[in-house]
Every structure is written in structure tokens, then in C-alpha cells.
């Protein structure tokens, strides 16, 4: 597949304020910090597009952009929506306003009906994170589709993110019965690019 143009369009405060259903969606979302601008960035060949938050936690909204792909140079163009969804479990936020995104989140996966896939991004440095276990969690509660995308694999040695990857599915097995896809990536190296766009390309789009 590939990205002929990745536009930003709106940052939304709730799913109720989102455009239009009217075309196939594809979000993303992480802890704050896990790389997810950078990922974006990357995926659309565009270092500017989704901005790399110096200040973690301070996207609040549900950003949407517009991304027109083709499965070849000549080929039919296909306009989907890519979704940069707020990071969770930033420690210094009250927790008050958690809760808040921890709804506008839920709201949107749950009602979004154009929702395809979701990619949810894991840091490839650490083992298992209790709150991305639980997030991973309630996505099977609300039967949301996602795959999993550890990020930042040239920061480690590739055993040290093998183990992580592994604890973490292991740490899956214990309440799942099937495992998603997961993607290993670096934004840094473009490692995952392929695999991400092949993973668009046969959901839905091209
Ligand atoms: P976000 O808060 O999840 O959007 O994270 P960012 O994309 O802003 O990244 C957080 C920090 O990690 C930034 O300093 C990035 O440069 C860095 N980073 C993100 N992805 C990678 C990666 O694949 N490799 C390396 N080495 N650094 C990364």
C-alpha cells in the first residue's frame, strides 16, 4: 500500500463531534510517550504531521486526518480517516480528568461505527505494563479489533524486545483465548512500516 497524502482535519472533544461516518477509520492509541506521533509520523512518511509531544499527556482529543492510499503508483485511491487517539495512564494528570478520558475513549470505541481497526502501541523497552493488560483487557469486553504495535525496537537489543513481546502475549494468555496480530516497529528505523500498511491494506482499505 502506499500513502499518497495524510492531511490533518479536526481534533474533536467527543466522539458526538467527530466527522462523519462516511468512510473506513483506523486509530491509534498508547500510553503517553509510547511513540505514537512518532508512528504516525512515519507510517505516513510525514515527520510533521501528527505533532511529537515534547509535553506527554497534553493531547486531549480525538484527532482526525485525513489519508488517501492506492496499492500501486497508478492504482485507485481509497480515502480513509486515521485517528490519534490521547495517551493514557500519564501519572501527573489528576485524576479526575483521567476518568474524563478514560469515557471520551470508551464512547468512542464503543459508538464509533466506522471503527476498523484499532492499533494499540506498547513500549518495546518495558515487561508488561498493568495498564496497557488492562486497556487490552477492556477491549475484549467491548469487542473492539486491534493489534497489537510494540514501539521503540532500536532502543533495545532485539532478545531484550523478543522477551517483552513474549511476557507480554504470555501475560494475554491468562484471560484470552486467541491472541491479535502484533507488529514490532521502530519509527526511527521504519521497522514495521510494511507490515502496518499491509495490515491496512487488507482490513480495508488500499
Ligand atoms: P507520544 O507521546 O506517544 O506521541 O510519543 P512521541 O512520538 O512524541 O515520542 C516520545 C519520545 O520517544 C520522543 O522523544 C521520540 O523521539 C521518541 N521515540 C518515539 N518513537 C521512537 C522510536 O521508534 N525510536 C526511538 N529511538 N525513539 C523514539
Redesign the pocket.
Known amino acids: 500500500m502506499i500513502i499518497r497524502k495524510a492531511v490533518y482535519l479536526i481534533s474533536s472533544p467527543s466522539v458526538d463531534k467527530c466527522p462523519k461516518a462516511d468512510r473506513a477509520e483506523y486509530a491509534f492509541i498508547?500510553?503517553?510517550?509510547?511513540?505514537?506521533?512518532?508512528?504516525?509520523?512515519?507510517l505516513c512518511n510525514n515527520s510533521k504531521l501528527?505533532?511529537?509531544?515534547?509535553a506527554?499527556?497534553k493531547?486531549q482529543s480525538i484527532n482526525h486526518f485525513t489519508v488517501a492510499s492506492s496499492r500501486s503508483e497508478k492504482g485507485a485511491v481509497s480515502n480513509w480517516y486515521l485517528v490519534?487517539l490521547p495517551?493514557y495512564g500519564y501519572a501527573k494528570v489528576a485524576q479526575q480528568k483521567r476518568r474524563s478520558w478514560g469515557q471520551m475513549i470508551e464512547n468512542y470505541l464503543r459508538k464509533r461505527d466506522n471503527l476498523i481497526n484499532l492499533f494499540v502501541?506498547i513500549d518495546s523497552r518495558h515487561e508488561p505494563q498493568e495498564i496497557d493488560l488492562e486497556f487490552v483487557n477492556s477491549l475484549g469486553e467491548w469487542q473492539i479489533p486491534f493489534t497489537l504495535v510494540f514501539?521503540?525496537?532500536?532502543?533495545s537489543k532485539p532478545g531484550r524486545v523478543q522477551a517483552n513481546v513474549k511476557a507480554f502475549l504470555d501475560s494475554m494468555l491468562q484471560t484470552w483465548q486467541f491472541l491479535p496480530q502484533s507488529v514490532i516497529?521502530?519509527?526511527?528505523?521504519k521497522q514495521g512500516r510494511e507490515e502496518l500498511l499491509q495490515i491496512l491494506d487488507e482490513s480495508n482499505v488500499r
Open positions: 498508547g500510553r503517553s510517550n509510547v511513540g505514537k506521533s512518532s508512528l504516525i509520523n512515519m501528527a505533532k511529537t509531544s515534547a506527554p499527556g493531547t490519534d495517551g502501541l514501539t521503540k525496537a532500536d532502543k516497529t521502530s519509527a526511527t528505523t
